[in-house]
Each structure stands twice: as C-alpha cells, then as structure tokens.
C-alpha cells in the first residue's frame, strides 16, 4: 500500500439565507451577495486540497483513486465519510428532522444524517431547540404546524462556548442567532423541513413525521477527560476530542493509528510534518486529514493551538 501524507482542505463558503455578509473574524471573507451560513470543510465535490501532491484536486477525487490508503479501517463505500462545517447563523434555521439510514436507503439515499454541534461560541442567552417536550403528541405537532406554534413545543437547550450538543437521526431540531457551531455529520445533505417561520421554502411534512421520533439520545454531552486532553463525545458515528497544545511537541493528538484523522485548530496554528511529505501548516479555522497511510506524523506547536480532533467510526 501506498503512503499518503497529511494535507489541509480549502472552505468552501455556501449561501443561506439566514447567514452573514461578513464573516470576521473568523475568516476574512466579505460578499455583496447572498449571505453565507456555512463553511464547509470536507465536502467532496465543494472542498479541494490545498496542500501536497494532491492540490486542487477535490476531496471525492482523492477519496475515490486513494480511499483505502486514505480512510483505512473506515474505507467502505468509496465516499468520505464525514462532512464537517461551521455555521453562522443570524437569523432562525428551519426547524427540521433528518432521517436515520434505514429511511434514507428507502429513498434511495446512501445513509442517513446523524451530527453534533460543538460551541465554537455563544452569546448570552444563546440556545438551540433539541427534540420534542415531554408530553407532546404526533397530532398535536401535526396541528402546531399551520398554527405557527410548533416553537412552543420543542425542548429549549441553553448553549454557551465549549459545549457539546449530540443530534442523532429523527431528533426534531433547530438553531438560532447567537452561536457559531462546528458541526461533524454524516456525509448527507438531507434535511427534511418541518417549519420555516413563514419564509417561501418548501416544506417536506410527510417524510418529517416519518422521521421525527418523539424521543431521541439529543442534548448536551458533558466532556469526558483522559490525560492531556478531552473526550467530547463518542458515539456511533464519530468520536470527537480537544486538545488545548501548548507549545512545542504537538504530536501526541496523533500519535493513535486509527485510520484517517481530522484535525481542525479552533485557535493559534500548528506544523503537520510526515515521512516523504512537505510540512502543512494549519491555521486558525483551518482543517488537516491526516490520511491513514501517513507515516511518522509529528505535529509541531509554535505558541499555543486548541485542536478538535475527529475520527471517524463505520456505522
């Protein structure tokens, strides 16, 4: 088997109606146009490589011609397997309801969508709606619907920065102004819309009841704490960790062989060097793969990083 070295992804900026012109200070980056309400930094087709042999090349081409020398024990349907993005939203999402894999492959899908959301940030008095109150009956959301009162019915989480929120698949959900969320998921783009506070986008009501469950594993997960860094969760899909670096000798956020690794610096900067590969450097906001073939990977700290470090899991 070929080795891989590690190499950093370029963001891909994707309109929402509900985002932001400006994005400072996370990224420098300003436009006239629709607004944005999403990085994306794993898509297949949106995201290239920005680093290494492979640049240019999108992230489903390099997946595709390397996928088991790339992804290794999670190397099975020729897809990458995680979809990580942040958002930005200033206004109210839709509130919505992803389907589980069994549904998702009843229409034609390949999985379904299970994420989480950790807190990059927060305002005062931020949260989320996660799941349906205790209570609630089918008939009454399906009513709550054209009344306008759906809002009323969904479970309130308060959200300040640092936390973990675990969204499994049929959980009813929605987030609001006030955060900006690292989100990892499952490589889906389906969300079916339960509500939209009156704006002119379709809704997809029937799929949403076939989907929602009334009870889900949705809320807040408290961090779990292993040596020198964090478990934020571990579920089935993913498992997430933080890794505040303090400078120098970084390598140990990699130094586990469990396949294809995810590195993303939520602050300061660090050096990714590799048997036969140019050093990457990887900023602030900024994401690395470390694909599973890569060999003698040392992470090097200049001042101070804080490192989210996601590994993916076969569902």
Known sequence: ?????????????????????????WYDFKTDGEPIGEVWL????????????FVGQSLQQ??????KELLGNVYGDGEFPLLIKLLFPKEKLSVQVHPDDELAQKYGEPRGKTECWYALDAQEGAAV????????????IKESIPAGTLEGLLEMVPVKKGDMLFVDAGTVHAMGPGVVILETQQTSDRTYR?????????????????AMRLKTKAGKVAPKQEGDHSVLLDEKYFEIERWPLAAGDGTAVVSRNEGVQILFVSSGDLMIHSEGGEQVHVGRCELAIIPASSKHVKVEVQNAADVIRIVPRVG
């Open 62 to 67: 390099v997946t595709a011609e390397h996928g």
């Open 129 to 140: 709606a996660l799941g349906i109150k205790e209570g609630a009956t089918v008939d009454q």
């Open 194 to 210: 339960m509500y939209d506070y009156g704006r002119p986008r379709e809704l997809h009501l029937e799929k949403s009841f076939e």
């Open 1 to 25: 088997m070929s080795h891989l070295s590690p190499f950093r992804m370029t963001p891909f900026f994707r309109t929402r109606i509900w985002g932001f012109h400006d994005l400072a200070p």
């Open 42 to 53: 794993t898509g297949e087709e949106q995201c290239k490589v920005a680093s290494g042999p």
